[in-house]
Structures are given as structure tokens and as C-alpha cells.
């Protein structure tokens, strides 16, 4: 299932460097200045499974594919935007074509970065809430209303708890909001999963910054995961829209599987990994045969049969 997520903001908010964090790579420009990102970046990211690792130890495939989305750093917008200011027509053609936007706002005080129209001091409560509201009234404006939305408050390193800012955002917008560090998380990239590790438990944080976002987009987006085991040796973690049946399923996998489905069976991921493996879930009577109709559970393991 190909969905995209589009990353907005105003001008110098943080986008491409949350992107570039995205990609584990700086595929995407980024200064102190309006409109950086010209053209479009787009990038496939993983992700984060718990349960596809664990399943991967246990099996041991020769190979593992996790469940992915799709990013797209889209430029800044601006006051006018609707009316062809600024990038304004390209922004709102392209994010027409997402499926759900991120809101990139900037809630970091830095004097080198520059702000179009600072009302209040940038990055404070008061120039956070102004900001949303205008990128807010520009979607509006421009016919795009409805999707699926986050907030992200791109927040000084020392303010990742800062939650009384949080929930007044939420409150305001009635959306959800997380605090992100978007310059920490591009330094990220320089270094090795366990630095990284290390490193958010010295600032008291179990999960990255992307990590939380990318689950947050994943479950915005109405997406769950469903796995399936390719002869001990491929391992594939698909997306499906929740309340999506096993046709559904099947048809995600391989066109085939759908037009020439028969039955399914199917077991929770973790009463799989309880058995140990497919051979000991199937004789202690874990493992469910299923018609077309059933609705797939979130991080159920299936195995279509299928005729010729």
C-alpha cells in the first residue's frame, strides 16, 4: 500500500532538516532562509517493529522487509499562498496529492534563523500558536481540509518535555501534537544505533523523536501491520487499512493471491512467538483458518492458500 505523508510549514521552520533526519541522510538543502526547498524530496522510510525483529530472531529468514511510508518536503508556505504568493501554488498542488500532512512548526528560538512575519518573539508560545493559524487558514483557503494531520513542534534540544506547550496546541487545534528536535535529530544520522541509544537515555526519553512520529503518522493514516512468512525465507511486514478483509490481504501481497484465494491462516504475532514456531502453534491449535471476509488484525501472521 502506497501512501505519502507531506511535511509543511512556514519558511524556516525545520522541514527538510526533519526530513533529512527522516532519511538518515541530507538529501535536503537547509539555511536560514525562505524558501530553501524548491523541487520536492521524497523519501521510503521504515517503520520502527518491535514484533517484525523479534519475528525475524525467531525465524531467522534470509531476508526482512518492514512496513514502510512515504515522506514528501514540500515548500514553505506562506501568507497568499492560495492566491500564488510566494511557492504557494506548487505547495498546495503537491499537497493535494498526500494522503496526510505533518505540520512542521517552529517553536525553537535561534537568532541566526529568520522569521517571515514574527508577531511575538519566534518560538514562543504566542508566535507557535499565530504560526499554526496561518498555515491552518492557507490549507483552508486553498481547498484542502479534512486530512489527516500532525503537528510537529520543532522544539529547542532542553524543551523535549516541554508539555504544558503540547497541550496547548492540542487544545487549540484539536489535533495531535509531539515535540521534535529536528536539529538533534539530523545529528542523529553521524551516528551508530547504540550512540543514538545512549544518548536518549541521558535526556530521560525511551523513543526518538522520529520514531514516535513516524508510529503517529502510521496510525493518522488508519494503517496497521500484517506479516507474512515466505518459506522460512523472507520475512514481509505489509500495510493495510484497518477494517480491510483477507482479500484485502491477499491482494496486497500479489494480485494472484486475491483472484485465486481459498482460505487463510492466521495467528496473532505474539502467540506465534510464545510456540516458538508455525509447526508447534499449528498442533496446539493457534493457528485459525479464515475465509475472504475476515478482518485483519492488527500484527496478525497469515499464510494465504491459494489455488492455480
Excluded at 177 to 190: C, P, R, V
Excluded at 206 to 226: A, Q
Excluded at 228 to 248: M, N, P, Q, V, Y
Excluded at 259 to 287: Q, T
Aim: proline share 4%; net charge negative.
Amino acid at each position: 500500500m502506497s501512501l505519502s505523508v507531506g511535511i509543511v510549514g512556514l519558511p524556516n521552520a525545520g522541514k527538510s532538516t526533519l526530513f533529512n533526519a527522516l532519511a538518515t541522510r541530507r538529501l535536503a538543502e537547509t539555511a536560514p532562509r525562505p524558501f530553501t526547498t524548491i523541487e520536492p524530496h521524497e523519501v521510503v522510510v521504515a517503520v520502527p517493529d518491535e514484533k517484525l525483529a523479534k519475528l525475524s530472531d525467531l525465524v531467522k529468514p534470509e531476508k526482512t522487509v518492514p512496513a514502510t511510508v512515504t515522506f514528501i518536503d514540500i515548500a514553505g508556505l506562506i501568507k497568499g499562498s492560495h492566491k500564488g504568493e510566494g511557492l504557494g501554488n506548487q505547495f498546495l498542488g503537491k499537497i493535494r496529492e498526500t494522503d496526510a500532512i505533518i505540520q512542521v512548526v517552529r517553536a525553537f528560538s535561534d537568532p541566526g534563523v529568520a522569521h517571515q512575519q514574527p508577531t511575538y518573539e519566534p518560538g514562543s508560545e504566542e508566535q507557535v500558536l499565530e504560526d499554526i493559524g496561518i498555515v491552518n487558514i492557507e490549507l483552508e483557503l486553498g481547498g484542502i481540509t479534512n486530512k489527516p494531520l500532525i503537528y510537529v513542534l520543532n522544539v529547542d534540544e532542553g524543551d523535549l518535555n516541554n508539555i504544558e506547550l503540547l497541550a496547548k496546541v492540542e487544545q487549540k487545534f484539536k489535533e495531535k501534537a509531539i515535540l521534535i528536535s529536528a536539529k538533534l535529530e539530523e545529528e542523529f544520522i553521524d551516528l551508530t544505533a547504540e550512540e543514538r541509544k545512549a544518548y536518549l537515555a541521558q535526556l530521560g526519553i525511551e523513543k526518538s523523536g522520529l520514531e514516535r512520529l513516524i508510529l503517529h503518522t502510521y496510525d493518522i493514516l488508519g494503517l496497521i501491520t500484517f506479516y507474512t512468512i515466505k518459506g522460512g525465507k523472507e520475512i514481509h511486514a505489509w500495510s493495510l487499512k484497518r477494517g480491510e478483509t483477507a482479500f484485502d490481504a491477499a491482494a496486497e501481497v500479489h494480485t494472484d493471491f486475491a483472484k485465486n484465494f481459498i482460505k487463510a491462516e492466521v495467528i496473532n504475532v505474539d502467540e506465534l512467538l510464545a510456540a516458538g514456531s508455525w509447526k508447534e502453534a499449528k498442533e496446539a491449535g493457534k493457528v485459525k483458518l479464515e475465509g475472504k471476509d475476515y478482518l485483519v488484525c492488527d500484527q496478525d501472521v497469515i499464510e494465504f492458500k491459494v489455488g492455480s
